[in-house]
């Protein structure tokens, strides 16, 4: 509209905001109506805010598309949040605590199985919305303490998770990087390789010992 292309690292630091925007907005909400918003609001409101931006943008990843991208990247957020408040809830009444442990690590291995295949193929968007339901499962499962892993519980895996905040906040300006010295890489996963050092380089600069 005003004559110049908005940086890609900017369009991923609005959706950045959006997150933040939304945590503020829900957070009184949930604090006073928990059962209220996650049993009847959340599971409805996630499921539309979904529908809507698959059917507008044929794409969950909203914030990498060009126009009136604010609206969307709120409905993105704000339909991801939900989703978190109904795993939360899921988890903690231990839905899933009366099936077997195995089957259980095995499904959730499949589910990530798919959604990195999906992630790393190119594959038909016309998957996209039953592999974020996958994802969401695999999700809920890892959260679950009936599979949790005990050789998981020690002091390096306690520092990827405390990193991993700080890759999610870097990831998007390691992306911008790597995009303006398009030149030097010669394909994609000297792209991908490339793109996963450098976030985890300006994470590890932000993390405290």
């Known amino acids: 509209m005003f004559g110049f292309r908005i940086p890609s690292w900017l369009m991923a630091e609005w959706y950045l905001s959006s997150m933040l925007i939304i945590m503020f907005v829900l957070a009184p909400i949930i604090i006073r109506c928990r059962k209220i918003y996650t049993y009847y609001i959340a599971p409805i409101l996630s499921m539309a805010l979904t529908a809507v931006i698959f059917k507008k943008c044929n794409t969950f990843n909203v914030f990498i598309l060009k126009g009136n991208l604010v ?4 409905a993105r957020a704000l339909a991801e949040i939900s989703f978190g408040c109904i ?13 077997n442990r195995k089957l259980l690590l095995l499904s959730e291995f499949i589910c990530y199985l798919i959604t990195f295949t999906y992630t790393y ?3 038909d968007r016309i998957f996209e919305p039953s592999v974020l339901f996958i994802l969401i499962l695999g999700v809920t499962l890892t959260f679950s303490k009936k599979t949790s892993l005990n050789f998981l519980n020690n002091k390096f ?10 890759v999610y906040l870097c990831h998007s300006v390691a992306r911008y990087c790597i995009g303006e010295k398009d030149s030097l890489f010669s394909g994609y996963y000297s792209h ?3 793109f996963w050092a450098l976030s985890f380089i300006f994470a590890l600069g932000t993390v405290r010992k």
């Open 71 to 74: 609206w969307l990247a709120n």
């Open 87 to 99: 795993i939360y809830e899921v988890t903690e009444k231990g839905l899933f605590d009366k099936f």
């Open 121 to 123: 193929k190119e594959l």
């Open 157 to 166: 895996i306690y520092f990827l998770g405390k990193l991993s905040l700080a």
């Open 192 to 194: 991908l390789g490339a």
